[in-house]
């Protein structure tokens, strides 16, 4: 089936390969200079690191945001405010196109991610063959050492998806397929994509 512009595809596990979130927070981790980062990387590369992220889980399932991802964040706050640009750039380069969609690359489509907007974009900075109309996702407004993420959720997807028509929604994560499956008004089909490198894909589409 042609893409439209209403082909949304998400960005971690999807897109690429990689999840951007856990590869900035790493990349982070690795540049630790106050006393504060070299604290959190020696416990998140600690033998600890499975019970941080396991409360902070908690806190993820129960806000609906990555909890882990806004902590690292607000910790190097002030290298992100002064080099936001080139921290996002080095991540984006280390991310890789999901070849199971090479067919969707040339054609329109929106990219609906909870990971961050800007990295996003530096990632389509990279890829110029990608015809991406638009990329939504969690916000970071850098130049201010007290500017903060605003993480977006899962719900922010079916916002913008019910407001479209004849949606294809690609993601490699059944569970949110078949929420939103259950959520949207219409009616849906979802149909599973064997990805040999990667997790299964799964495509959830609407039916006139």
Same mark, same amino acid.
């Given at each position: 089936?042609?893409?439209?512009?209403?082909?949304?595809?998400?960005?971690?596990?999807?897109?690429?390969?990689?999840?951007?979130?856990?590869?900035?927070?790493?990349? $982070? %981790?690795?540049?630790?200079?106050?006393?504060?980062? &070299? /604290?959190?990387?020696?416990?998140?590369? =600690?033998?600890? @690191?499975?019970?941080?992220?396991?409360?902070?889980?908690?806190?993820?399932?129960?806000?609906?945001?990555?909890?882990?991802?806004?902590?690292?964040?607000?910790?190097?706050?002030?290298?992100?405010?002064?080099?936001?640009?080139?921290?996002?750039?080095?991540?984006?380069?280390?991310?890789?196109?999901?070849?199971?969609?090479?067919?969707?690359?040339?054609?329109?489509?929106?990219?609906?991610?909870?990971?961050?907007?800007?990295?996003?974009?530096?990632? $389509? %900075?990279?890829?110029?063959?990608?015809?991406?109309? &638009? /990329?939504?996702?969690?916000?970071?407004? =850098?130049?201010? @050492?007290?500017?903060?993420?605003?993480?977006?959720?899962?719900?922010?997807?079916?916002?913008?998806?019910?407001?479209?028509?004849?949606?294809?929604?690609?993601?490699?994560?059944?569970?949110?397929?078949?929420?939103?499956?259950?959520?949207?008004?219409?009616?849906?089909?979802?149909?599973?994509?064997?990805?040999?490198?990667?997790?299964?894909?799964?495509?959830?589409?609407?039916?006139?």
């Amino acid at each position: 089936m042609q893409s439209t512009a209403n082909t949304f595809i998400d960005f971690d596990g999807t897109l690429v390969y990689e999840n951007s979130s856990q590869v900035l927070i790493d990349h $982070l %981790l690795s540049q630790a200079n106050s006393p504060s980062q &070299r /604290a959190l990387a020696r416990l998140l590369n =600690s033998r600890l @690191r499975w019970l941080v992220t396991k409360t902070l889980g908690v806190a993820t399932r129960l806000t609906g945001k990555d909890t882990m991802l806004r902590l690292v964040l607000m910790v190097f706050r002030s290298e992100i405010s002064e080099s936001a640009d080139e921290i996002f750039a080095a991540v984006a380069q280390k991310l890789h196109l999901n070849t199971k969609l090479s067919a969707e690359h040339s054609r329109p489509f929106t990219i609906l991610s909870v990971g961050l907007q800007p990295l996003i974009e530096q990632f $389509l %900075l990279l890829h110029p063959e990608l015809n991406c109309a &638009r /990329a939504i996702g969690s916000s970071y407004k =850098s130049g201010s @050492r007290n500017s903060s993420p605003v993480i977006k959720t899962v719900n922010h997807k079916i916002i913008y998806l019910s407001r479209a028509k004849q949606i294809r929604y690609y993601t490699d994560y059944k569970h949110e397929a078949d929420t939103f499956k259950a959520e949207l008004k219409g009616s849906y089909s979802i149909m599973t994509i064997p990805n040999t490198r990667h997790k299964t894909l799964y495509l959830l589409e609407e039916h006139s």
